[in-house]
């Protein structure tokens, strides 16, 4: 019970330390200014024409905390999307412990599935981390991310089967389940999120 109370305060004091009245937050100096401005127009072009809010955050550090515990904190204060459709979508880049996670509202889940942002993250966005093209690697993500929001079909070039991924988004969503049984439905629901450790210099 302390524990969980520990953690809910450090999710608030986190979230609250953030502006959260911008769509980037580049704590970790990704961008150059050009950059931001042009993922920014971006990402508020598609949500004049969709309603879906799309937020970025890159982070200096994880304060010893998983990604997973800092993203759903993150996604609580900035209550992204639409209320009555819960359609938002929020990016999370902490390149000093080289992980990443994408993190969906309810509403979009059946498009944005935690197998199509396995495939966005480690086919679209890691080759570019690999290359050190931070702020390129994010971009391309949020494009991806855009046109499968959009109803597009993704289609990844990394060759792999659609099989792995099929198993993985089952367990996955069993586990987003039993999550919920225990700590309540959040605002969004479970994501995705990998570790590139290794793939950047």
């Known amino acids: 019970m302390k524990k969980a109370l520990a953690l809910l305060l450090f999710a608030f ?3 609250f330390a953030l502006n959260f009245n911008e769509q980037i937050n580049d704590e970790a100096h990704i961008f150059s200014q050009n950059e931001r401005d042009e ?12 309603t879906t809010q799309i937020s970025i955050v890159t982070l200096n550090s994880l304060e010893s905390r998983s990604i997973e515990e800092l993203s759903l904190g993150i996604a609580r204060g900035y209550k992204l999307g639409q209320k009555e459709d819960n359609n938002g979508v929020l990016l999370v880049v902490a390149p000093n412990e080289k992980k990443v996670r994408i993190e969906v509202g309810y509403g979009l889940e ?3 599935t935690d197998a199509v942002a396995s495939e966005i993250i480690n086919s679209v966005m890691i080759p570019e981390f690999k290359n050190g093209k931070m702020s390129e690697g994010i971009k391309k993500g949020v494009v991806a991310i855009i046109k499968v929001a959009s109803g597009e079909e993704f289609s990844s070039k990394s060759g792999l089967s659609d099989l792995p991924f099929g198993v993985f988004a089952f367990f996955a969503g069993m586990l987003s389940c039993f999550a919920s049984v225990i700590f309540g439905k ?16």
């Open 13 to 15: 004091c986190f979230c």
């Open 39 to 50: 993922l920014l127009n971006l990402v508020q072009n598609f949500e004049q024409n969709s």
């Open 110 to 112: 059946g498009v944005l």
């Open 186 to 201: 959040f605002f969004m629901r479970t994501g995705f999120s990998t570790c590139f450790a290794g793939l950047v210099s």
